[in-house]
């Protein structure tokens, strides 16, 4: 009997996946659900005795049984797009089938935490901590040294809590986990409750995530007895975006207003219920397993550059022409993503600009594109790496519709306790519109002040300078990153495209 291979991530089923998997079960074959490979611009992507077809519709089955189709493409794993990458993360991605305790276990699964059970909590957070691993949820804060402030912190109880509120633009990773390999993030979670002590671990996801949501219940009841004594939940978070900055997620968990809370206390120290928590991202805890297992620390720390250490999974997104999934060590430039992996533009027409890290991330020109992936580069550059989110924009783009944009989605997403963000980014909106209906013919030859004495009209370029001064205010005011990076958009459209704001 064939076997057929097709996943059942959502994007798959967005695209129509079930319907091609209805009509190869109705043909005879014995269909597979598995995981998604990332390469979405193909999906519904079928693979039969390790052959990939793409772009699969029902009407397409006789032909790909024939193998008369004309929509092979060959080997997937002997695909450029899959073969140029470095897959720890995502390593059963496309081959195994997410919910299969059998599959797991035969790729590697459970090595890390079974491992790590024989060290001393101590051990596994000195190894945690020498592998480099840090948050892959944006912060880039060293998840070792976070690992053991809670270790070392005094309380009734300790929490590991996963932040899988996953709310950037252009970022998906977290999902495909959660719906393809659930199994290596409770994995994750249950080496970090060794190291730090904790016994009650918790899964924060956003409540458009039902798929994943699904998946991940169901993967808990499945490996309670393997994780045990350690305990996990899936609390739904209700889709307020400022609740993927730990604080307002903690607060949410409690049952109160996602709103931002001062710092310190460092969750670290007292986070969930007032007790010591780490909390950290899917992708984080993603890699602990691999850290943990055969390779150890330093094959983890012999990947990427500087103290940008491993691999990260990079989103693909926007008006690109292969969009999905890239897992690569640091160090690979903006343009061999964007050009040699991604295929450019969907549409056939020059990249403009690329924003990375997310709605709060900065605008970089194609003049950058040998800016390489790691976080002091980014951050170098004014720039962040985020979530690995890439969002492509061709030459149609309105850099100061964008730069609207960031200002209107931090008013819209603010939890509003603090000035500058709640405030500010009003303000920053109003500004921008009247940038956009002011004139070069509305200048007057005058100083500012003797244009203002006057009740003269006010130039673009006073607004501009207010514009600014407002994105210090916010960067330097703002209780958290939503109000402080929102600049980052703004002033990188400002600075790169100067003529789309006069």
Request: contains cysteine; neutral net charge; hydrophobic residues 45%.
């Amino acid at each position: 009997m064939t076997v057929v291979r097709i996943s059942d991530d959502a994007l798959a089923l967005a695209c129509g996946a079930d319907a091609v998997a209805a009509a190869f079960a109705k043909a005879g074959c014995a269909v597979e659900r598995v995981s998604s490979w990332g390469m979405h611009w193909l999906e519904p992507l079928i693979e039969i005795g390790g052959t990939g077809f793409g772009f699969a519709t029902p009407d397409d089955v006789g032909a790909i049984l024939a193998g008369t189709s004309a929509k092979a493409i060959g080997a997937i794993a002997e695909h450029p797009f899959i073969a140029r990458q470095h897959r720890l993360s995502f390593a059963r991605a496309g081959k195994t089938r997410p919910l299969n305790l059998s599959d797991y276990a035969a790729t590697g699964g459970w090595a890390g935490l079974t491992r790590a059970r024989s060290l001393p909590p101590g051990d596994v957070v000195d190894a945690v901590t020498a592998s480099g691993l840090r948050g892959r949820g944006g912060a880039g804060f060293p998840a070792g040294i976070k690992w053991r402030t809670v270790a070392q912190a005094a309380g009734p109880r300790k929490y590991v809590v996963c932040n899988a509120d996953e709310g950037d633009s252009g970022t998906f990773a977290d999902r495909m986990l959660m719906e393809g390999d659930p199994f290596q993030l409770l994995e994750g979670m249950a080496i970090a409750a060794h190291a730090v002590g904790a016994g009650q671990g918790y899964i924060y996801v956003r409540s458009e995530y039902p798929h994943a949501i699904a998946k991940l219940r169901a993967a808990i009841a499945l490996a309670a007895p393997i994780i045990a004594p350690f305990r996990v939940e899936v609390r739904v978070g209700a889709g307020a975006y400022v609740c993927g900055e730990e604080t307002s997620l903690l607060n949410s968990l409690e049952g109160k207003r996602g709103e931002v809370r001062a710092k310190p206390p460092l969750p670290a120290i007292a986070g969930l219920f007032g007790c010591p928590t780490a909390v950290n991202n899917v992708l984080t805890l993603a890699a602990v397993p691999h850290i943990l297992s055969a390779g150890g620390a330093g094959a983890y720390a012999a990947l990427g550059m500087e103290r940008s250490r491993g691999t990260m999974p990079i989103q693909l997104a926007g008006n690109i022409r292969h969009g999905g999934l890239f897992e690569a060590p640091f160090g690979i430039t903006l343009g061999e993503l964007v050009h040699d992996i991604g295929g450019g533009t969907a549409s056939g027409r020059p990249v403009k600009a690329v924003q990375v890290g997310g709605p709060l991330g900065a605008y970089i020109p194609p003049e950058r594109f040998d800016l390489r992936f790691d976080y002091e580069a980014y951050a170098g550059a004014d720039a962040l790496i985020g979530h690995g989110g890439v969002v492509v924009f061709d030459e149609s783009a309105d850099m100061r519709q964008m730069a609207r944009f960031a200002m209107e989605f931090c008013a819209a997403e603010s939890c509003g306790k603090c000035t500058p963000c709640r405030i500010g980014s009003k303000r920053g909106v109003e500004l921008i519109d009247r940038i956009g209906r002011l004139t070069p013919a509305d200048a007057v030859a005058t100083l500012p002040q003797m244009r203002n004495a006057a009740k003269l009209p006010r130039t673009p370029q006073d607004d501009l300078a207010l514009l600014e001064d407002l994105c210090e205010v916010m960067k330097l005011g703002s209780l958290c990153a939503l109000g402080g990076f929102t600049p980052y958009p703004v002033l990188s459209a400002l600075k790169h495209w100067p003529e789309d704001f006069t």
